[in-house]
């Protein structure tokens, strides 16, 4: 692309675009759920990471096919697949258990910050266009604050077990939310210069 520096973020549009509707659709699900049941908000959460991870393992495909930098891809993927299966597959009669329920948190957190912090790196190493590159520094910045949110504090007494996983995981959803409209702005944003891209090609061929 015309506007990166770097190939981190050479991925099809369709990447970006589909990650962005799934993130987004997963944050609505998880903001505006009135349950409290760890059961249904862990399968929620750990399909999520699942349909993530299948996309960006494709993405490696798209990328290896053209020769750019897929190891990162590769490595995003295989992180949110460990993620997506450490939640589904922990889920048994003691999922209300506290110690289990921080567990989660902590994952989900820990994910957030890893990132957003790449997500920072990204966005002032690879762009030259001041509109994507400062979108995706704030994406992080936001990012890091929700994953210290999500860290911080303990659930009173008066608080269940259930109650406590919801408001952490509301703040997951927030973050999906804002990281999903980044990247469906960016994955739009991707695919009009790809079309203007190959316009330019086009023409100069002709020209010849």
Not at 61 to 75: A, E, H, I, M, Q
Not at 151 to 160: E, F, K, P, R, V
Not at 177 to 196: C, K, P, S, W, Y
Request: hydrophobic fraction near 50%; glycine fraction near 8%; charge should be positive.
């Amino acid at each position: 692309m015309s506007n990166t520096k770097r190939k981190f973020i050479e991925s099809h549009w369709l990447t970006f675009a589909l990650k962005g509707a799934i993130s987004v659709v997963a944050s609505l699900c998880l903001m505006f759920s009135r349950s409290n049941d760890t059961h249904t908000l862990t399968h929620i959460l750990g399909w999520t990471m699942f349909g993530l991870a299948f996309i960006e393992i494709a993405n490696v495909v798209y990328r290896k096919v053209r020769s750019n930098n897929w190891g990162f891809p590769l490595f995003l993927g295989i992180l949110e697949l460990a993620i997506s299966i450490a939640l589904l597959y922990t889920v048994d009669p003691e999922a209300t258990d506290e110690s289990l329920i921080a567990t989660r948190v902590a994952i989900l957190a820990g994910y957030v910050i890893f990132a957003s912090v790449v997500t920072i790196v990204m966005g002032f190493m690879s762009f030259n266009n001041i509109t994507d590159r400062y979108m995706w520094v704030i994406n992080g910045m936001i990012g890091s604050v929700l994953a210290f949110l999500m860290l911080g504090g303990t659930s009173s007494a008066s608080d269940t077990a259930g109650i406590f996983f919801g408001t952490k995981v509301l703040v997951f959803g927030v973050y999906l939310l804002v990281n999903g409209l980044t990247d469906l702005f960016f994955g739009i944003h991707a695919r009009d210069m790809a079309i203007e891209q190959r316009e330019a090609r086009r023409k100069a061929r002709r020209s010849k």
